[in-house]
């Protein structure tokens, strides 16, 4: 399908300056509106999502931050953008890996680790609905 194409089992590569309208992976639908620009569409997706990670592909700093989740629990939409794509996520996050819980920017690797070693990360995604405690 054009401007869509699963990398793993767990990734999705998403090329948010093509058309799309609606397609189901395994446990997360990705729906674009052909009228919605990239920034929307972005926009849009940090809303659906309890926990969004945006990264390029082959990112080593983006497999760690699925490992830290995955063992706490939580299996998050994982979207791969082209560089001309990471200019369109929201200011606080205009680099990539970008972790986004409950449409709110937690950053990247170092912030989502101090937030699990503080003890804060998991209320976060409990109170957000991403994991069941």
Do not use: Y
């Amino acid at each position: 399908m054009q401007g869509l194409r699963r990398c793993s089992n767990d990734v999705v590569q998403l090329d948010l300056s093509t058309t799309v309208t609606t397609t189901n992976t395994s446990s997360t639908s990705l729906s674009i509106d052909v009228e919605e620009s990239v920034e929307t569409k972005i926009q849009r997706l940090i809303t659906e999502h309890p926990v969004i990670i945006f990264t390029r592909s082959s990112c080593c700093m983006c497999h760690v931050m699925k490992k830290l989740l995955a063992t706490i629990g939580v299996n998050p939409t994982v979207i791969e953008l082209d560089d001309h794509e990471i200019a369109a996520l929201p200011s606080s996050s205009n680099r990539t890996p970008a972790v986004f819980i409950g449409g709110a920017c937690v950053g990247g690797l170092e912030s989502l680790v101090a937030l699990h070693v503080s003890g804060h990360l998991v209320p976060k995604l409990v109170q957000v609905g991403a994991l069941w405690v």
